[in-house]
Structure formats: C-alpha cells, structure tokens
C-alpha cells in the first residue's frame, strides 16, 4: 500500500479473515485464567475492511482478482498472497469461532489500530530487509497484469 499505485486485493471483498494482534495476545495471556483450549482471533471482518484500513492515507487502487484468477495461475493458496486463504476446501479457516477466548477475558483492539501501529513499525524500522519481501512488486505486478480483474477504489 505505501508504494501506491495498483495494489493486488486477494478474493472477492467480502471475503472473510481474521488475524491476532500479538500485543491482544500477549496481554490476554498474562492475564488469563482459565484453562484449556482455545480459538485466538479476531471476530471474522471482510477482507475489504482490512484492506481499506491499509489503504487509509495512500493513493493506492485496489485491484480485486478473484481467488479462482490467482490459484490457476499458480498462486499457493496458503501463503502466496499474504493473510490470503484461496484454498476451496478450506473456507472455514478464517470463521473460527474465539467466543470461549472472549468469554474469558479476551479483547481485540480495532483493525485501523493494528495497521496503523503496524505501519509506524515497519517505517521506524526502516522497512523489510533487502530479499525478505514475502510478496514481492515484481510478483504482485505480474497478476496485476494477467487479465480483467473487478476493480475497486
């Protein structure tokens, strides 16, 4: 998002995610108390929400390329395209249910929160090293490229 510009957005907008901010984590960890298994995450958001919290304050245009674009052109659908789950068999993944973990105790910051942290991070650190990269220009702009894709702005 901070290039700008044309920017790869994964499935379909309403698709739904869900991630841990680590610091909600950490934070419920020291101070649970109950014990047993349990589902950590986000209640499910649509993956535009997310998008459009990284996008707050830049130029950038989404770029909607349906998730059956990406995996035939050979897009792994685990980790090709970052928080991206495109596998069909495994639509469930991002519906986890974290109720158990919310009914003891756990509580999730906002997603503009998380990102824009995030972002503060990564610029103070001067951004990914050299190579490290998990989804490179050079790839995201080939897809771009690969044919019609719905777009949103």
């Known amino acids: 998002m901070a290039r700008a510009g044309r920017v790869l957005a994964p499935g379909d907008p309403g698709d739904p995610m869900q991630f841990i901010d680590v610091r909600d984590l950490a934070q419920w960890l020291v101070g ?10 986000t209640p499910p958001l649509p993956m535009a929400d ?22 035939a052109a050979g897009v792994d659908p685990w980790m090709g395209v970052p928080l991206w789950i495109g596998d069909p ?28 942290d995030t972002r503060a991070w990564d610029v103070a650190r001067g951004g990914p090293a050299a190579g490290t990269d998990p989804f490179p220009p050079e790839s995201e702009q080939v897809l771009l490229d690969g044919g019609a894709a719905t777009r949103r702005r």
């Open 32 to 41: 649970a108390t109950a014990g047993g298994l349990f589902n950590v995450v």
């Open 50 to 71: 997310l998008l459009e919290a990284c996008r707050t304050s830049t130029p950038a245009e989404l770029v909607w390329v349906p998730s059956g674009r990406l995996l």
């Open 89 to 116: 068999a495994c639509t469930a993944a991002n519906l986890v249910d974290a109720s158990r973990a919310r009914a003891a105790g756990l509580t999730t910051r906002p997603v503009a929160e998380t990102v824009a």
